[in-house]
């Protein structure tokens, strides 16, 4: 990764920590839908990135995120989580395209193929979330339709930006 | 030992995801210890900061409701001194004098809110004010319209409240029509609504009647509204009711709120420990 790439990455990560602590914080629907916009930070990463960058990377971003919302460390789990099931996914797409080279971003993979790649790691990691934070066992139909909720919720606005961003 | 080697390098991967994990779990179970409760929450104070920085903006749209919370105080307020300036010690029998220290056993100390959450399911709120004016954990915090919380972490300018929107958290409240005593505990869900427990059922509950703390609390002083009796159901099996409170403080516009410190807890909580340990 050239140094240019790096610093673009970074500041990616960064912008996508600023929206979720200083706005989608605040952003519930229907007091479901619920969005962890700034999971986009690993997702998006290159897909030949360094496995072990990825997973202290995801680690420090879930950290931040505890750290605003007393959640001690919910969000660290769960998007480590994520970011070492990542590559798993990115290459068993790869095989089944055909494709000799591994992308990540809607216009390199197609709509389609880009979000039968996020939705699955959005639904793990808003399942984790949600099932961690669940304080009792009744809760169990009404946590579900938050997990579902979120994680249509942040797909969509994943997909937005992601749909508005120029690289 | 190299095939050790081997494999460690060959699963390092896995390894540190193992480990990562294993930290982040050990944050959460452990999450009273010292350090973490000192700097990893919404009490640090740069953290704090940011967030007050961005709650300044959403405040200001808010003022209107302010001024209407403050009114309404100031009008319950001048009641209960009027009230109060009648009748001393109403429910007392005759020869029950008031120690004064006890009377002035509650001061309050005003805060602002800068960070609030409603929708999680431990819910906790950040205000700016902490061990510098006098804040300690377990501090009971009250807002103009009833029971906010109590004080779970300090630091030295900001401090994290346990909100009654929390899982562990409940209130030893009292039915003023029916003069029935019950715990207030949040299900988990609708952040307006709240359970009442252990109401016994043979006694009549009135709907729209006004749960508020009973006398029996430490921590908040008595009569601060909880909320009225939303749903009345009993279930055949139970020797209690199930009450749903709907909650006077409205917590999504929460913006200042009282810290309640009473003098005398630790003293009470001292007497209480004795009965506890029967050796001293």
């Known amino acids: 990764m050239s140094l240019r790439e790096a610093i673009q990455y970074s500041l990616m990560i960064l912008l996508y920590l600023f929206l979720q602590i200083f706005f989608m914080r605040n952003i519930v629907l229907f007091n479901y839908a619920f969005c962890f916009i700034y999971i986009a930070g690993i997702l998006l990463l290159p897909a030949d990135m360094d496995r072990m960058y990825a997973l202290l990377i995801a680690f420090a971003i879930g950290f931040i995120v505890d750290v605003f919302s007393n959640t001690f460390g919910m969000h660290a789990s769960a998007t480590v989580l994520i970011a070492y099931l990542r590559p798993f996914l990115i290459h068993y797409q790869m095989k089944s395209r055909g494709a000799e080279r591994a992308e990540v971003g809607i216009r390199a993979q197609g709509f389609g193929q880009f979000v039968s790649y996020i939705f699955p790691l959005i639904l793990l990691h808003h399942s984790m979330l949600f099932l961690m934070e669940m304080n009792n066992f009744g809760m169990i139909l009404y946590t579900l339709i938050r997990i579902g909720a979120s994680a249509l919720f942040t797909t969509i606005l994943i997909i937005l930006l992601e749909l508005f961003s120029k690289r | 030992m190299l095939q050790l080697v081997d494999f460690v390098v060959r699963n390092r991967f896995f390894l540190v995801f193992v480990l990562l994990e294993v930290l982040s779990v050990w944050l959460i179970v452990r999450n009273n210890t010292y350090w973490g409760a000192t700097y990893f929450n919404t009490s640090n104070y740069y953290v704090a900061k940011t967030l007050a920085f961005s709650n300044s903006v959403r405040d200001y749209t808010k003022l209107n409701e302010i001024n209407a919370d403050l009114a309404s105080e100031n009008a319950h307020l001048h009641a209960q001194v009027a009230r109060l300036s009648q009748t001393n010690a109403t429910q007392s029998p005759a020869g029950y004098v008031p120690d004064s220290a006890f009377a002035a056993r509650f001061t309050y100390t005003v805060a602002k809110v800068v960070d609030n959450e409603t929708n999680k399911a431990n819910n906790v709120i950040t205000i700016d004010k902490g061990t510098a004016h006098g804040i300690k954990p377990g501090m009971g915090v009250i807002s103009a319209t009833g029971v906010v919380g109590k004080v779970r972490f300090c630091s030295e300018h900001y401090s994290v409240i346990t909100s009654i929107l929390h899982s562990n958290f409940m209130v030893s409240s009292k039915l003023i029509r029916s003069k029935e005593i019950g715990y207030a505990k949040w299900d988990g869900k609708d952040p307006n609504l709240i359970d009442m427990i252990d109401v016994s059922k043979y006694t009549k509950v009135f709907k729209g009647d006004s749960a508020v703390t009973s006398d029996q609390n430490s921590v908040f002083p008595p009569n601060i509204m909880v909320g009225k009796v939303e749903t009345v159901a009993v279930n055949p099996n139970q ?27 630790v003293e009470q909580e001292n007497l209480k420990l004795r009965t506890i340990d029967p050796k001293k």
Request: aromatic content about 18%.
């Open chain 2, 239 to 265: 020797t209690f009711y199930n009450i749903t409170l709907r909650l006077a403080t409205d917590f999504r516009n929460l913006s200042y709120v009282y810290v309640v410190q009473n003098h005398q807890l």
